[in-house]
Structure formats: structure tokens, C-alpha cells
């Protein structure tokens, strides 16, 4: 009885696993491919219903109702612009003060870090921010997009956790060497930083990619501001309109081909090409930004 | 280093001051570099971060655009008097704490949960496929998470009432998204599919370092799969589980705003509101910007009580300081 019990365990544990597992791993994926199949498939017929996986009427048309080069095609530039310009900036900008604050001899180390780290844990709120933006002339400016989010505590942690790990003697010999801090910065330092550096630019790329609300805030009077994420928001509730009434569906949608687009399907289509550049990338991140999650998670 | 703080304050005195400081002095002059690699950021954040918290005296005024701060009218504490006598504003508390308790007790359950049996899987490749599979939403914004959300929910043909329908466990579709009881079940469970993969990584990483002849000596007392889990993995995370959770009851207060404003409507507006919402209504909305004001201090004022408390008991039980 004894043997049996214990043979028999761990077939009845790993099958209850894998059956967590696999459902997981369904539940993730197919809201996902269902948008996929919906993307392709023609926006007249999707309304019918029944569309699971694959596309029962294929259709190429609601990507190109998105990059027909109308207002779509303009807010995904946007979204590439802020995208592009505001992790580069930000990644130079938060290692370049990481690394001030990671040489144990700078006078204000101390002072300075936890200034930064306390932005954490606070927020002055939405309608002072705002009147700043306002003061500051960024209100339906492109800047606003990139100027106000380029340093955040939590990324300066794992960066600055990161460089301390790093052998002492390195910087000690560049020293010798006659190099000053910002030759050691960029010519030792950050050459070596490129795993935890390709983590914060994921981070930072996503958060900027998948923004909306400076655009709702500070931009949302301004088409030509206007970023793929605040288009998909827009069409979620004028979709969430047609639903009762499907010729509000067609007229609103300026790209309609003969009902093959629906703001339905452009919605799948807008999904797909908003989460697929995300998707291709992070998985071969995925070894460094679990460490940087780790560094981050050791305080300060 | 623990004279540095003051070094800001006494920068003129320390050159005409005793010897430690005045090599203090010298120890600056020979951080020129460091100093121009981080003071002007620091006076980015501080603009951007701290000096807006200047506009909280709005909270105090009847406050009216356009206007030189001092001619403003002074009102004291009438705005934050109106909120606590506000039906709508308690509403709007109890669904942001409401919320974020489900959200915390749901995101830590299935964590934990989620990094147990995946530490059970020896396959590699297998466990990896899923820990890939599993960060994925975390990836996706708000926007689309809750089209996702909108579209599993939909009465015609959104999958959920599908398979219950095929499962028999209802006869017509439930319009999930205009029940108000259903709001934050809704809100806690798009929580847990956006983020259960990414809130294990933290866990996982806390059992793989869990010493593995802890577990050897178990197995040789006789100890099976569970009372392992029980005794030494449970206990292994449990200073992470504790710093964890008390970091995040210092963020009670942000229930979140996306989701509720996203999946929100006219129906569910008792429930769906939170305090964000109500500061955007109020403020950017209606234009009442001292009432919204107000609320956004009071929420401020409380998560930053709530972290320093956090951090005393953290630091009562012998577990490490968060700041």
C-alpha cells in the first residue's frame, strides 16, 4: 500500500501540473491568436461570430486600412518617434547618474540617491503636473511624450546595483591610467553594462510604446500627437458603439472597403501591430530582464 | 559618508571650518566629473518630481486660474471637509481600497502559487516555454489587455459566455461587463492574467536559492513533495513574501486606473470608480481643480504614511528596510 501510494504520487502531481500549466499557457495564447485570426479575417464576416483561430474569409485589408497612410499610419510613427528618441535619451541619462551614484567616494551619493529613490514612493498628482506641462509650454508638444518620465528610480536601482557588481580594479587602473570619471563611464563602464542596459531600454521602450495617457492629458487636442496606443483606445469605445448598431460601425470608419473593415477588425488589426514588435523582442531578453528584476528588487 | 547630507547645507562654511570638512571640501573639488554626471539630473527630478508639490497649496484656496498666487482665497481645510462628506468621494475610497486589496491578496496567491509548481517542472525547455508564455501579457498595455478583456466578456460570442454556455453552467449570456458586482472580480482577474508570470519571477528566483540540502535532509526524514513545499519552500520566500507585501500596501491607494477606466461605463460607475478617476473628473473634467486637488493629497498623504509605517513593522520583525 505504502510502495503504491508513493510510486503512484508524483504521475498524479506532474499530470495536475502540466494540466495548470497547459491551461495557463491556452489562456494566455488565445485571446492573442483569436485577435490574430479576427485581424485577418473580413470585418463584415467576423461580425457573424464563430471566429476562433483561424480566419474564415481572409482578408489583407485592415492592415492596410492601418498603414494606407491616413491618420493610422501617421500615429504609429509617433509611436516609433517617442519610442525611439525617449529610450536613448533615457538610457544615457539614468546609467550616467547610476554610475555617479554607484562610486562609493562621491560626496553626495547619499543625498542624492535617496532624493531620487523618494520619487518613488510619491506623486505631487495629476493636476499639479499638468499645470507644470502647462507652465512649461509642453502641452501639446511632442516633448511631452519624452521630457517628463526620462529617469525613474526603480531603473536607476537595478543599473546602479548592477555596476557595483563589477570589479573594483577596473576603474581603479583606468585612475591610473589618467582617466577621468567620464572616460571611465563611457569607455569601461557602459561597454560592460549591455545586459543590464538592454533590460532598462526593454522596460523603458515598453512603457513609452504602450503609453496613452500623456496623450489622453497633455496631447489629446492634437491629432498629429496623436500615438497608436490613444487610436486603439479611441476605437475601443466607438466599438464598444457599433456593437448595437452596426451602421454607426461602418460610417465611423472612414477606411471602409465594401464592410471588409469594420472598426472591429481594425481594432484586431491596431492589436496585432501594437504587440508584435514587443513580442518578437522580449523573449531573448527574457535571461536579463529576470535578473534586473531581481536587482531591482534589492533595496536600497 | 554620514557627514554627506549636510555637505549640501554647508558647502561656504566647510572652506572656513575645521580640517575634516575642509577635505571634505577638497574630496568635491575632486568630484567635478561626478557632479556634473548627476547634480543637473537630480535638478530634473526635482523640478519635475518634487517642485510640482507647490501646486498642493491649490488644495487650500479657492482656487481660480489665471490669477497671481496672491490673490488667491485662502479657504484652510473646506475642500477636504466637502470630500469626507461626499457620498461620491467615499464611494470612489471604498472601490480603490476594495480593489486593491483584491488585486494584492489575488496577484501575491497566484504568484506564489504559480512559482511553486513551476519550480516543480525538471524539464527545462518545458519550464522555460511557460515561464515565455507567461510573461507575455505583462507586456501588453491596458489599451489592449482590456479590448482583450471586452472581447472575452462579450455577450455575442466573447468566449467566455461560449464556454460556459458548451459547459452547461448558464443558459443565455451573462453581460459580465454591466453587472456592478462583478466589476472588481473582473478588474482583480485581468490583473491576474496580465500579470501572474511577471510577479513569479521574483518568487522563483527567491526558491532557487533556497539551499538545496535543506531539501535532501527533509527527503531523508521521509518528507514527500508537500511537506517540502510546506516546510522549506514556504518559509524560504517568506522574508520576500513580507517585503513584498508590505511595499505594496503602501500603494493601496493605487488601485489602478486604466482598467477601471477603461472597462468602466455608465452602469457600474458605483463600482468602478477610483480615485484617480475621480481626481481626472474633478479636475481636468468638471475644472474643480482645488476639490481634485485635495483628493490627490489626501491619497498621497496615505500611501506615504502607509510606506513609513510599513517600514517600521518591516524593520520590528527583523526583515530588511525597504528605504
Known sequence: MRTRTLRLEPVVFNTFNAVIMIALAVVTLYPFLNTLAVSFNAGNDTVRGGIYLWPRIWTDQNYKAVFAGGTLYHAFWVSVARTVIATVLSLFLTSMLSYAVSRREYVFRKPVTLLIVLTMYFNAGLIPSYFLMKDLHLLNSFWVYVIPGLISAFNMIVIRTYMQTLPEGLIESARVDGAGDFRTFFSIILPLCQPVLATVALFVAVGQWNSWFDTFIYASSKQSLSTLQYELM???????????????????????????????????????????????????????????????SVKE | MASAPKAITSKTAAAMTAAPKSSLFKRMRGQKQLMLMSLPILLYVLLFAYYPIWGWTMAFQKWRPGTPFSQQEWVG???????????????????????????????????????????????????????????????????????????????????????????????????????????????????????????????????????????????????????????????????????????????????????????????????????????????????????????????????????????????????????
Open chain 1, 234 to 296: 479611441k476605437l475601443l469605445s466607438s466599438a464598444s458603439l457599433s456593437n448595437s448598431n452596426p451602421s454607426v460601425a461602418n460610417s465611423s470608419n472612414p477606411g471602409a472597403v465594401h464592410n471588409m473593415v469594420t472598426p472591429m477588425s481594425i481594432r484586431a488589426a491596431i492589436t496585432i501591430v501594437a504587440s508584435v514588435p514587443i513580442l518578437i523582442v522580449y523573449p531573448f531578453l527574457q535571461k536579463y530582464f529576470v535578473h534586473g528584476m531581481q536587482l531591482g
Open chain 2, 77 to 323: 481645510f473646506k475642500h477636504f471637509k466637502f470630500l469626507f462628506k461626499d457620498d461620491t468621494f467615499l464611494l470612489v475610497l471604498r472601490n480603490t481600497i476594495g480593489m486593491s486589496l483584491i488585486n494584492m491578496v489575488s496577484g501575491f496567491v497566484t504568484a506564489i502559487v504559480f512559482a511553486i509548481l513551476l519550480n516543480e517542472i525538471k524539464n527545462k525547455l518545458y519550464k522555460r516555454s511557460i515561464q515565455t508564455i507567461s510573461y507575455l501579457p505583462h507586456f501588453l498595455s491596458w489599451i489592449i489587455v482590456t479590448g482583450i478583456v471586452a472581447n472575452a466578456l462579450s455577450v455575442d460570442g466573447g468566449i467566455i459566455n461560449v464556454v460556459l454556455m458548451k459547459l452547461g453552467f448558464i443558459h443565455e449570456p451573462i453581460m459580465w461587463l454591466s453587472k456592478p458586482h462583478y466589476f472588481w472580480g473582473i478588474v482583480g482577474a485581468s490583473h491576474v492574467w496580465k500579470e501572474v508570470g511577471w510577479n513569479a519571477i521574483i518568487y522563483l528566483a527567491a526558491i532557487t536559492s533556497i539551499d538545496p540540502s535543506l531539501y535532501e535532509a527533509a527527503e531523508i526524514d521521509g518528507a514527500n513533495r508537500y511537506k517540502k513545499m510546506l516546510h522549506i519552500t514556504l518559509p524560504g520566500i517568506r522574508s520576500i513574501v513580507i517585503i513584498l507585501l508590505i511595499m505594496n500596501l503602501g500603494w493601496i491607494m493605487d488601485a489602478g486606473f486604466e482598467v477601471q477606466y477603461l472597462l468602466g461605463n455608465g452602469v457600474v460607475v458605483d463600482w468602478s470608480q477610483t480615485i484617480d478617476i475621480f481626481v481626472l473628473k474633478y479636475g481636468l473634467q468638471i475644472g474643480n481643480y482645488s476639490l481634485a486637488t485635495a483628493a490627490g493629497i489626501f491619497k498621497t498623504v496615505v500611501s506615504i504614511t502607509l510606506i513609513f509605517a510599513a517600514n517600521t513593522i518591516a524593520k520590528r520583525f527583523g526583515e530588511d528596510r525597504l528605504i
